[in-house]
């Protein structure tokens, strides 16, 4: 990584009752969103390791733990290069300080698969400083040189004569030493915790119910807050009558925000209670007419009309003259991201300063956000990173919407408060993966070779009106819209790419793997569709158009034979295949399904995956297996829709999401390659709409156009 | 106002009749295990055993519960249920089955209730009992094999050991 060489190293100042501490401090970067200021803390240190005297290592994890697993992989990284015992090592989540900031993107945020390949020199790093000290701690001691003691990989320094000394006994020594500038990182082949598969070490508290979510935050006086948003976005309150929440008993205030009216009350039920009594008239506003049926209009016919250029190779005049084209019209609807834990943040204000506790992916960003809500300098907020119950995107948002909220509300009413959102807030509450259409034309040479693909996209920018736009759009083009089309991996001689932009008021987000959700689903069930027009089978259609992608063709054919592609399947069943590279990994999925009589069944799906050097294994087969349901929940049954300007969905019976018997088997190889780690919570996602397609297209000879499978008549 | 049991301990509640079972565990017990996730029995992420049966307590009004013995994921491992809790947590952690966790009360809930009464089940009765548990994560494939897994090993002669002592992420202190 780019930043190594720019990173300076500071001594933490701090060395809590004998602990080693090691920190980072991060130069600030040229063209950087946010301005993240340090956060002058006593405790925890503005440190990634922490060396007990009982011989504990705690690692701070920078990013937050949402699912993905950072809390066990992370720490592998220091105790690769620490030589301590993994037993003994522990991880907390770090609160927001500059300290923190991704080594990329220059702010404390996780996001973008990147929380492994960014965390990989910089933790290791600290596992080497620390081992390093605690040798020189050692050496001293016994009056041997640094040369002469070595360690022993399980917490212990070894000196001539057989000398030992435990890591705890040597932390007090070692705090107290000058972080050495240069270390040496081990080899890969002398690894023996990285690329181990390893369990998680948080499972203890996750499975007997102990682990801390924002939502179990207790603090003294805490008072529930459940808010009334408009019913239709970016409507204003009115007026309000709240004569009969007043006399819901355990209500205590009732408040006007910008975003809506706020009942704070004793507990949930109250809050719950008191809302529901609540009488808002709203100003609708500008999107009380938003229908999804206007939208797919307003889409399809832009979708025919001359776009801004996102890319353009070859001669896309070509394609008219093609001996044989295709045209598809292809929608996607918005999608919620729906984490099992709704979105939550509780508020203290103390003094001149406050504290806050949120599951937040975007500390860099939510940190000062919630400091100029609160009024304060974002020296005096302290923001505690707590386990999020799921995010997939949504706690992510460069508009800090649920945490300035919590803000707003704790400045007027002076008691702490947590809001909650309840889960018809979270359906209902925007920040959607955006609805699109898509046009596509491809065009076939008489030999069947795909000569030209002309794609239209249209649909809402997600970080257009955010503070990303300066540093994304170019040209007036969101790469997030176009993601896995202008970059098309197949070879293609003439390309023709082209993006409408379209403001919607609908609120809009980065969902598991952002772009490729949906470009993924429309190139990858269109080169079937070509596939099938050339009469070629779709796996050597993809293999003819991949010569210069050897690392796509190996995921492509390792897929393909695990799953015994081409081999007969039970009557009924059909196998799909797909291919998409997205977070720098690369991934082939093969679905089998059939047709049932309430619509498409995912038997299994083969993965085969490479995402570079594996930390470990166990982690990347979990996120394997996740991505993959999260995408077929979507691809059968995601959808939000509007009418009269309302969400028409509201809560898991009619936004119903993937469950058990809807799992199919999901069965990972992995291609070991490369000597470092790229992306593995999102590239899963992407494969899987469009392989269930393609089996389905296999299937009845009908090609898949949109999504949700559900809205489908299959009969 | 009822009296019931929580963990074995009495509770003499006093607050109103409609108060939902899981925001007295939440908000006057302080037993934060239990999650919220819906609010109208569509996710099982509050399932706790109320007379041994597996029960949303996000739509369990406390009036429903006069005299019930109510179970919560803190006191699973202190019931008649003992072993199997024991057992499906130590498959929990040996199976890896944990991804964010905030359904994970809720999935061992219900598993322990399954196995308490079939230690055996096929896949069709674990999709019967489990697919009132939404995970998000798509943790389902690992609870499948760590369901049959404790079913295994509470069908052997030896009682499940204890999970072992892991590594443990502190939890942050609100």
Redesign the interface.
């Given at each position: 990584m780019k930043t190594v060489n720019r990173r300076q190293f500071l001594k933490s100042s701090a060395a809590l009752g004998g602990a080693l501490v090691i920190g980072f401090w991060l130069p600030e970067r040229a063209g950087r969103a946010f301005a993240q200021p340090q956060v002058q803390r006593t405790a925890p240190p503005n440190a990634f390791l922490r060396i007990g005297k009982d011989g504990t290592c705690t690692v701070f994890v920078k990013h937050l733990e949402f699912g993905q697993g950072v809390t066990t992989s992370l720490p592998m990284l220091v105790a690769e290069e620490l030589g301590c015992d993994w037993t003994k090592v522990r991880a907390e989540l770090a609160d927001a300080g500059a300290v923190y900031a991704h080594t990329a993107y220059g702010m404390q945020m996780t996001g973008g698969s990147s929380s492994v390949w960014n965390s990989w020199d910089q933790l290791r790093t600290v596992g080497a400083q620390a081992r390093t000290m605690l040798m020189q701690a050692a050496a001293d001691q016994w009056k041997v040189k640094l040369a002469d003691v070595r360690v022993d990989n399980k917490g212990f320094v070894l000196g001539p004569g057989g000398k030992k000394l435990a890591y705890g006994q040597l932390a007090e020594a070692a705090a107290k030493l000058p972080v050495p500038e240069k270390v040496e990182l081990k080899p890969a082949k002398d690894f023996t915790i990285i690329g181990k598969p390893t369990r998680r070490i948080d499972s203890p508290e996750k499975v007997n119910g102990k682990a801390m979510f924002g939502l179990d935050v207790q603090r003294k006086d805490l008072h529930t807050v459940l808010v009334a948003h408009p019913p239709v976005f970016g409507a204003k309150v009115a007026k309000f009558n709240a004569d009969k929440v007043k006399e819901v008993p355990g209500v205590t205030h009732v408040v006007e925000l910008t975003s809506g009216v706020a009942v704070v009350a004793r507990n949930f039920w109250a809050a719950k209670k008191g809302r529901d009594a609540l009488q808002v008239d709203w100003d609708l506003g500008p999107n009380a007419n938003l229908s999804t049926e206007g939208l797919r209009k307003q889409f399809g016919d832009l979708a025919r009309t001359p776009g801004k250029s996102a890319k353009k190779a070859g001669d896309p005049a070509a394609i008219a003259g093609a001996a044989r084209t295709l045209v598809a019209d292809y929608e996607v609807p918005f999608l919620a991201h729906a984490p099992m834990e709704p979105l939550n943040c509780t508020v203290e204000m103390q003094g001149d300063g406050a504290e806050i506790w949120v599951g937040s992916q975007f500390q860099g960003v939510d940190h000062p956000a919630a400091a100029k809500a609160l009024g304060l300098d974002p020296s005096k907020v302290k923001l505690h990173t707590m386990l999020a119950g799921g995010g997939f995107g949504r706690r992510a948002n460069p508009v800090s919407d649920y945490v300035i909220e919590a803000c707003a509300i704790a400045v007027k009413v002076k008691v702490p408060v947590k809001v909650v959102w309840t889960r018809e807030d979270d359906i209902k509450g925007g920040f959607y993966r955006p609805m699109y259409v898509h046009r596509v034309e491809v065009a076939l040479d008489a030999g069947g070779k795909l000569t030209g693909w002309r794609h239209a996209i249209v649909g809402p920018s997600i970080v257009g009106g955010t503070p990303f736009e300066a540093m994304m759009v170019k040209d007036g083009i969101d790469p997030t819209s176009v993601e896995g089309v202008a970059d098309i991996p197949y070879e293609i001689p003439n390309l023709d790419v082209t993006l409408h932009t379209v403001s919607t008021g609908v609120p809009v987000l980065w969902w598991r793997s952002v772009g490729h959700s949906h470009t993924g689903f429309v190139v990858e069930t269109m080169i079937d569709e070509a596939a099938k027009a050339a009469g070629k089978d779709p796996v050597e259609f993809r293999r003819a158009l991949l010569t210069r992608h050897p690392r796509l063709l190996k995921v492509l054919d390792l897929a393909a034979s695990k799953a015994g592609w081409g081999t007969a399947l039970p009557a009924g069943r059909a196998r799909g295949i797909a291919l998409v590279e997205s977070f720098g990994s690369a991934c082939a999925q093969v679905a089998e399904v059939s047709l049932e009589k309430d619509g498409p069944k995912v038997h299994r799906v083969v993965v085969a995956f490479d995402c570079g050097l594996v930390v470990n294994p166990l982690t990347v087969e979990a996120q394997l297996q996740s991505a993959v349901a999260f995408g077929l929940s979507a691809a059968l049954h995601g959808k939000i829709t509007f009418k009269d300007g309302q969400v028409e969905q509201s809560n898991f019976h009619d936004y119903p999401v993937l469950r058990m018997s809807e799992m199919p088997k999901v069965e990972v190889h992995l291609v070991s390659g490369g000597d470092k780690p790229t992306g593995v919570g999102e590239p899963g996602t992407p494969p899987i709409a469009p392989a269930v397609a393609n089996a389905l297209f296999a299937l009845t000879g009908k090609p898949i156009r949109m999504l949700p499978l559900d809205d489908i008549k299959w009969a | 106002m009822a009296k019931f049991h929580v963990n074995g301990e009495q509770v003499d509640f006093r607050?109103?009749a409609?108060?939902?079972l899981l925001?007295v565990l939440?908000?006057?017990l302080?037993?934060?295990?239990?999650?919220?996730?819906?609010?109208?029995a569509?996710?099982g992420?509050c399932t706790v055993h109320v007379g041994g049966e597996p029960t949303r307590a996000c739509v369990t009004p406390v009036s429903t519960l006069e005299g019930k013995r109510v179970v919560?994921?803190?006191g699973v491992?202190a019931t008649s249920q003992a072993r199997v809790a024991r057992a499906?947590?130590a498959a929990?952690?040996?199976k890896?089955?944990?991804?964010?966790?905030?359904?994970?009360?809720g999935q061992?809930m219900a598993a322990v209730a399954l196995l308490g009464k079939n230690a055996a089940p096929t896949d069709a009765q674990?999709?019967d009992a489990?697919?009132?548990?939404?995970?998000?994560?798509?943790?389902?494939?690992?609870?499948?094999e760590a369901i049959k897994s404790a079913g295994a090993s509470l069908k052997g002669a030896a009682p499940a050991a204890a999970?072992k002592?892991?590594?443990?992420?502190?939890?942050?202190?609100?």
């Open positions: - | 607050g109103a409609d108060t939902p925001w939440r908000d006057y302080a037993l934060n295990g239990t999650k919220y996730g819906c609010g109208m569509q996710c992420a919560t994921i803190e491992t499906v947590q929990w952690i040996d890896d089955v944990v991804q964010c966790g905030y359904c994970q009360s061992v674990i999709d489990m697919n009132g548990n939404i995970c998000r994560c798509g943790t389902y494939q690992r609870v499948r999970p002592a892991a590594p443990k992420a502190a939890p942050k202190k609100a």
